[in-house]
């Protein structure tokens, strides 16, 4: 089987595994990464559309009633596709991707880091089916309180949607923890690298995240996730 060959296969392979995920009934949420709509330092910021986007769907996974695409799932179709994120902007193209990866709404977030030392988020929620717009928020905040910004989010556009806000057993609240700015960049220069497969310097950005923030708990799951894919050759 030659390489073109093998590609298709998996493509296909991928297109029914990510399809199934209509059989529970639960809405079906796809987040794209964050526009970076920053000013001040905004290279070096431009991880953060990575990062913000990995501690939403996060946040968003913690429920019960609804369901989540991976990113690497959606990115791994999109290159398939040859298509960018920002492509999906465009119905039609928004209508097919969504059906294919079996999504009733996909997330589009954007943020903007003033020179305060205060992020504003804003989130809106386009139905797959019609292209519009069916909810938008936004939450103005300092850096520091990023995820309890970001918490309030999904909780609001869960509820926004009529979905249960139930959380999964075992699940752990990200209320009330305070990260440092760089230790969220570091966290979302991890991210990308995860997403690139390069796993190695994704465990040495999370791990430097979490120099700075030992308690960071988002940090601490990927790290734990990439650890385990690079003992299992994954």
Same mark, same amino acid.
């Given at each position: 089987?030659?390489?073109?060959? #093998? ?9 029914? #595994? ?7 009934g ?11 709509n920053?000013?001040f330092?905004a ?18 996974d *913690?429920?019960?009633?609804? =369901?989540?695409?991976e990113r690497?799932?959606m990115?791994?179709l ?9 492509g999906?902007? =465009?119905?039609d193209?928004? +209508? =097919?991707?969504?059906? #294919? ?11 903007l ?6 992020m ?5 929620i +386009? ?5 519009l717009?069916v ?8 850096? /520091? ?13 869960i ?6 806000g ?18 969220l ?6 991210? +990308?690298?995860?997403?690139?497969g390069?796993?190695q310097?994704?465990?040495?950005f999370? #791990? /430097? ?8 708990? *988002?940090?601490q799951?990927?790290?734990q996730?990439?650890?385990? *894919?690079? *003992?299992?050759?994954n």
């Amino acid at each position: 089987m030659n390489g073109e060959t #093998m590609r298709r296969w998996t493509f296909c392979l991928f297109i029914l #595994m990510t399809s199934r995920v209509f059989a529970s009934g639960h809405p079906t949420l796809a987040v794209l990464d964050f526009e970076n709509n920053s000013i001040f330092k905004a290279n070096e910021y431009r991880v953060l559309s990575q990062g913000l986007a990995e501690i939403l769907i996060s946040e968003f996974d *913690r429920f019960e009633d609804i =369901q989540i695409v991976e990113r690497r799932k959606m990115n791994h179709l999109l290159d398939e596709l040859k298509l960018s994120q920002s492509g999906l902007m =465009q119905n039609d193209l928004s +209508v =097919q991707v969504g059906k #294919m990866l079996g999504v009733q709404y996909f997330v589009f977030g954007a943020f903007l880091v003033g020179y305060d030392d205060r992020m504003r988020i804003d989130v809106r929620i +386009v139905e797959v089916e019609t292209g519009l717009t069916v909810k938008s928020q936004d939450i103005t905040g300092k850096t /520091k309180q990023v995820l309890d910004l970001i918490q309030k989010l999904s909780r609001g556009l869960i509820k926004d949607l009529d979905i249960k806000g139930n959380r999964k057993k075992g699940s752990e609240s990200i209320r009330g923890e305070r990260i440092d700015m760089n230790a969220l960049v570091q966290f979302s220069h991890g991210v +990308v690298h995860e997403d690139l497969g390069e796993l190695q310097m994704a465990r040495d950005f999370y #791990m /430097k995240a979490l120099s700075l923030e030992p308690d960071f708990s *988002r940090a601490q799951e990927r790290l734990q996730i990439v650890d385990h *894919r690079l *003992r299992s050759g994954n």
